[in-house]
């Protein structure tokens, strides 16, 4: 995993608002930028034409960079390309394997952009070797703002790392930790529960939590971080957490080769059913 700033170029809408992120996350980070445009390879047998379409498409494809390459450049930032043919998603994960942040985008209410980033926010999530930050459309309404939030229904201006207590947790905790500091937003970490269990599990679920807030201050003495248990079912509640917060950062639980298997029904529902950009963090 290298210091890089990743973002797949198609030239759709969502692209663009991926694009703005992955250059807001560049400049904060001092990091380069990679950008990557991928076409879909030919399916024609005779070689003549397939060339001709490569050709059309590797022109399209370096006319799409070079646009997406100057605002970047403009804000002082280093910027590379490539092109390359294949599965959009395959090629992103691959390259995920030397970048510290992949940043895709969603465009609408469940559904994401056609070329680049149909399909590719989930399994990329899923698959990619760094984390993973899907953007979401402007919202509308009062902006968020840096602060702690107003209650414990509100996380407006915060990002917010939701985890399960069933395994470790510092990876997804260290990762909004430091997208907190990085955006001087304060940090809550929330853990869904159901409204039964015991008060042994309760008082370990808060042991643990208090464990990772104060791991969370000690990298960042500065940062305003506190944690919340919320009773619930967790799809629901992460998905009503993400109306308000910044950003909601989920964790994966490693890769069994099956999409539904290495992100779990909750995360496939909050990136399906949620309107606030999802970080999503690969765990050890």
Not at 54 to 77: K, N
Not at 167 to 192: D, E, F, G, N, Y
Not at 218 to 239: C, F, M, S, Y
Not at 256 to 276: C, F, H, R
């Amino acid at each position: 995993m290298e210091d890089v700033v990743l973002v797949g170029i198609d030239g759709s809408p969502a692209a663009s608002r991926a694009l703005e992120v992955a250059i807001t996350e560049a400049c904060v980070r001092s990091w380069p930028l990679h950008l990557i445009s991928v076409f879909a390879p030919s399916l024609v047998i005779d070689p003549t034409v397939g060339s001709v379409y490569a050709g059309a498409q590797q022109h399209e494809s370096t006319m799409l960079l070079e646009e997406a390459a100057e605002p970047a450049i403009r804000r002082g930032l280093e910027v590379s390309t490539r092109i390359e043919s294949g599965e959009a998603h395959r090629v992103l994960a691959r390259h995920s394997a030397q970048a510290g942040l992949v940043v895709v985008g969603k465009h609408g209410r469940h559904t994401v952009s056609d070329r680049v980033l149909g399909g590719v926010s989930s399994w990329l999530a899923a698959h990619a070797n760094c984390p993973v930050l899907i953007t979401a459309p402007a919202r509308e309404g009062r902006p968020s703002e840096p602060a702690v939030a107003a209650d414990d229904n509100d996380y407006g201006g915060s990002i917010v790392a939701a985890v399960d207590g069933k395994a470790q947790q510092c990876t997804t905790v260290r990762a909004a930790a430091q997208m907190a500091r990085l955006h001087s937003k304060p940090l809550v970490i929330v853990l869904v529960r159901g409204t039964s269990g015991d008060d042994r599990v309760l008082s370990g679920t808060e042991t643990m939590l208090e464990q990772l807030l104060q791991a969370a201050r000690q990298e960042h003495p500065d940062l305003v971080v506190k944690w919340q248990v919320r009773p619930g079912r967790a799809a629901k509640a992460l998905i009503g957490i993400s109306h308000s917060a910044d950003m909601l950062v989920l964790g994966t639980r490693g890769h069994s080769g099956l999409t539904g298997l290495v992100l779990g029904s909750v995360s496939q529902a909050v990136l399906l059913g949620g309107t606030s950009p999802v970080m999503v963090v690969p765990q050890p």
